[in-house]
């Protein structure tokens, strides 16, 4: 639902670190994202696509990956996916743990266009 | 060519909140984020709670809602500073919003202030407001398995408030299956159960309330020494 908002917030990031970069037109740019983010990857692309059309930025790549919601065993420090919804860790079934991964909302990389070697 | 860049999509909204939290701590304010789908008992929560208030306790009020200002009004009727954020169709509040409008309240700490979220329990768990803790409201018409079904924000906040328990007796609702569903997303979490109509479970509630304010308060006090 709030996808365009998250998509304006990635392309006006992409704006101000084009800035550091005069002169290469940016291609592309890769977000992470979390299965806790609570962001849609399909409305994501649309809201970026809707967004982008008929701008300086109307060819701009999304480049998306996704990352699974990650919990660490406070009893024996095992790491793991969190499937089905379900915290407990599936070496030991303790049920105390802390999340190390899944609420990425992250701005990876730029990918820019590269430029022709300067001639000596 | 590839440009790392290594930045949160919602750094400006971090940075805002970040802010924020610097200016809870520096002025011993506790807020709490009331977060919950459309027609939960958000704003009914927050009326029977401002009633079981002292007149002159130093609490704030900001109330989100896509339109209208009715929330406002119904909540400004217990005396203390309230204000509506409409926020024209945006589906959460941000850190923004809150300071503009925390500003035009003029409330300063020490003292609580209480955010009641726009309805929607999916947007409003990523955008941070400072808080101290979010509380997550489930009533007793909504479905056992709703903490699985958005598990972003059950695992986000340190409260859940089962609330219209009043109405058990009319619904095929279980509360332990509900909140044993929280507990597989976040184990730790805290549990309440209460009616706003009634009044049965205000008492822990209200405890809760106090405790983290005087947690937070030690804190404080403890970081500004």
Request: hydrophobic share 40%; glycine share 6%.
């Given at each position: 639902m709030h996808e365009v908002g998250i998509a304006s917030s990635i392309l006006e990031c992409v704006a101000a670190e084009a800035q550091r970069h005069p002169g290469s037109r940016v291609l592309g740019v890769g977000v992470r994202i979390g299965a806790l983010s609570n962001v849609d990857k399909d409305a994501l692309d649309f809201a970026f696509e809707a967004l982008t059309r008929e701008t300086d930025l109307e060819n701009l790549k999304l480049e998306i990956e996704w990352r699974p919601w990650r919990q660490r065993c406070l009893s024996c420090s095992e790491e793991y996916d969190v499937e089905n919804m379900d915290v407990t860790c599936p070496k030991c079934g303790a049920s105390h743990s802390t999340c190390i991964g899944g609420a990425e909302l992250d701005i990876a990389y730029l990918e820019l266009e590269e430029q022709p070697c300067a001639k000596p | 060519m590839r440009e790392a860049v290594e930045k949160k999509v919602l750094s400006e909204n971090d940075r805002l909140a970040a802010e924020l939290r610097q200016r809870y701590r520096d002025q011993n304010i506790l807020c709490v984020n009331f977060i919950s789908a459309p027609g939960s008992g958000k704003t009914a929560l927050l009326e029977r709670t401002l009633a079981s208030f002292a007149p002159g306790r130093p609490v704030a009020v900001l109330t989100g809602d896509l339109q209208t200002d009715n929330d406002a009004r119904r909540l400004a009727k217990f005396g203390f500073p309230v204000r509506q954020i409409v926020t024209g169709g945006t589906c959460h509040l941000d850190a923004r919003m809150v300071d503009r409008h925390l500003n035009e309240l003029g409330f300063r700490g020490p003292g609580l202030l209480l955010v009641e979220n726009v309805g929607n329990l999916v947007c409003p768990s990523s955008y941070d407001l400072g808080e101290a803790a979010k509380i997550v409201l489930l009533s007793v018409t909504e479905?056992?398995?709703?903490?699985?079904?958005?598990?972003?924000?059950?695992?986000?906040?340190?409260?859940?408030?089962?609330?219209?328990?009043?109405?058990?007796?009319?619904?095929?609702?279980?509360?332990?299956?509900?909140?044993?569903?929280?507990?597989?997303?976040?184990?730790?979490?805290?549990?309440?159960?209460?009616?706003?109509?009634?009044?049965?479970?205000?008492?822990?509630?209200?405890?809760?309330?106090?405790?983290l304010q005087q947690k937070v308060q030690q804190l404080a006090a403890a970081i500004n020494s």
């Open positions: - | 479905g056992e398995d709703k903490p699985l079904k958005y598990p972003g924000i059950f695992h986000r906040s340190s409260l859940m408030i089962l609330t219209k328990i009043d109405l058990l007796p009319h619904v095929d609702f279980n509360p332990e299956l509900a909140f044993e569903n929280a507990r597989k997303i976040h184990p730790e979490m805290e549990y309440i159960a209460l009616s706003s109509r009634t009044g049965e479970g205000f008492d822990k509630w209200l405890r809760w309330l106090d405790a």
